[in-house]
């Protein structure tokens, strides 16, 4: 297990000490992440109110995230069918199992 760290980074001029375990460069890409997506709401938010900005960013990101995690779940989802059908496949040209295969 790591060592926690203390690690500098700013969104929208604000310094945050964040302590974690990760790398520091993951750390700073991260938040260069959030500070990206924030600044590309920010003309979506009335009054340039940077908390509504940050508010926004974050459930684009969750979006994100969820999406991802579902075409995970999709893909993890067909890798049994596909793998059965390479069985299949190889069993069909005699390369499975029964056949004396590996």
Do not use: N, T
């Not at 060592?3 to 964040?18: D, F, H, N, P, S």
């Not at 900005?53 to 459930?59: E, F, V």
């Not at 989802?77 to 056949?99: E, F, H, Q, S, T």
């Amino acid at each position: 297990m790591s060592e926690m760290q203390r690690i500098e980074v700013e969104i929208l001029g604000q310094k945050y000490a964040i302590r974690s375990e990760a790398d520091a460069g993951y750390v700073r890409d991260v938040a260069a992440y959030v500070e990206k997506r924030v600044k590309s709401v920010e003309g979506q938010v009335r009054g340039q109110d940077p908390v509504k900005a940050l508010a926004l960013a974050a459930l684009y990101i969750a979006d994100e995230l969820f999406r991802a995690r579902e075409e995970l779940s999709r893909y993890e989802g067909d890798l049994p069918k596909r793998i059965g059908a390479m069985v299949d496949l190889l069993d069909a040209i005699g390369l499975g199992k029964g056949a004396g295969g590996r």
